[in-house]
């Protein structure tokens, strides 16, 4: 087997700021000049890739089907879901014959499953930690809604779903397995209570108001180099004006996902806020008041503008 | 040499020997094989404990070990096989609840794949589809829409060659392997079929086997005409050349793109056999065009738009693509 290398997870409920962390990351190793200009366009490509298709399909996110069947030896379309939640823990960590990039996993699944029997659904062994971005749901209420073209309250329902899972039809194949999430609040506890990776919990909101200071804390665990002048040059080069722009500079000959107008459309927080109607509002708040208290989130009224 | 008992089924040029598991996914040999006709495979159940350690391999999983002729591959809670030899598949049930069908779909889907890789044979994952004599093959990863495609194929005249793993010969022919489609309950529904009557593949699982009779199998090899790459096409593309037939034109992508597309890179590596795959990918990208085929979301559409392709001749005549996607073709290898 090959000798373990030091790997990470991003680890996000959708629509919480993952994408954001990994451009961060990938333009920060580039200005560093940690990594070969091959190394960087294929990150790169990647991450287009990541936001170009709708079910985010992509060598390096721990869905992955073609990583998996890689791992076990198989292939995953002949298991069922709650099979393949049994093993994913134990798939180990080896290199993907043939991928880059592979240091800084994507992850959307919950840490644990119902069908994984209380152990990880992600390898854990040789893994330095878990870098987990949660965002005000309400604000991912919103977000959800304009990447798969779901209605504010089908999306609300998303959030509040004890069920709810990425890629949960058993009847058509695709690029990725089921990934397991539960409420919003199940995802983030589920992550954050685990004691057998080390965490790192970073908000959006943060990131957005100081940036550098908790960009600086990111690349801290990551054990990136963490130079205030870096980290401020390279926080310039992802603000969400300049991804926006890339992204409508690049829509000129590349394929968007089906319905959603763009990937990068506001990043801003509060406009759950604004768009959520009390009934919305309220029951976010009832269901999860103790997490929005650990994380230091307020409970929403509607705001009338 | 097994010895001829009805339990001879053909394959990818091989005669396949299972005397205890019955493979009804693999064709019957009609004419019983004289000693030293054709290469013969044994199948047979072992115990694992008597089979001798290997040492540890660069390209091990915690499910899959292999060395050079060996490769020894877990599959929780159904059963362990060992593959030696280019010439025989052990196999052991985990437990009495797996059934023989369970054990089949990974001895076919993996074991099989092995083996072939253990004599030295291209094998590339996709589908092969013949029609007048010559073949095409359409390569795509797990979930790109392969076996769709396979089926709307045949009811447009095509007859199966091979699903899942396809064989091709050093003089460029492909071998019949396994003459059945596996489709997802979405696709079979869109075709109309009655999935009341269509085995599925596993006990519980809503994907759905079509062999014997629901299938049209080609049973002689062919001469391979066009390699496919497929992927699904988006609705609202601006890039002309998103819904077309595009021809690869670059060695170097085409190269890495047809690797990629060998099936089990890691088994190939890790079965010592990178060397032998590198030379026949080379010699098969250099006598056969190879070209991206963008399917259209949807069956009913996917069917009207094959309707109107002629995939034989296709990828030699499909231009390359436009000056623009170029740098992109460079970048997404």
Redo the contacts between chains.
Sequence with gaps: MSSPEPYWYLASYPKSGNTWCRVFITELRRLAGLDSAEATAAAQQEERELRLNRDLATGSIVSSRHWLDDQLGIDTSDMSWAELDKVRGRVGHQRAVYAECLRYHKVHDAFVSPDSAAQPVVPVEHCRGAVVVIRHPEDVAVSLSHFFSWDLERCVAFLLNEQAALCRSSKRGGQQVRQFMGTWANHVNSWVDQQQIPVLLLRYEDLLAQPEEHFGRLTGFLDLPSEPALIRQTVANTCFEKLRAKEEEEGGFHERPDGCERFFRSGRSGEGREQLNADQLAQLGDAFSSTFQQFGYEVSTRVHI | MPRATGHHREAFGLIWHSPVLDIPELPKRLVEPRSGDVAAVAIAPEDPECWPELP?????????QMGRGDLR?T???IGRFRITGGDRIAWHRAHQGVSDQDLC??LL??AVGALLIQRGMLVLHGNALEKDGRAVVCMG?????KSTLAYALMQQGWRLLAD?LVAVTPDGRVLPGIPRI?L????AKAFGLDLVQLPP??Q????YLLMGDAVHSATEAVPLQALYLIHQR??????SD?SRITRITSQKTAALRL??QAF????V?GLGQEGPNFMALARLQSRVPLASLPMP?GIAAMQDWLEQQDLLQAAATAEGPAP??QV?ER??V
């Design positions: 540890p391999g660069l390209h091990d999983t915690p499910f899959l591959l599959v929780e809670d779909t990974f889907g993996s990863h797990s979930g790109a829409g899942d596996k997802w309950h979405d696709a593949i596993r519980g699982m809503d994907k988006r609705h609202d593309s601006q890039d998103a690797r990629n089990r890179p890691r088994f590596r979301s623009a996607q992109e970048v997404s």
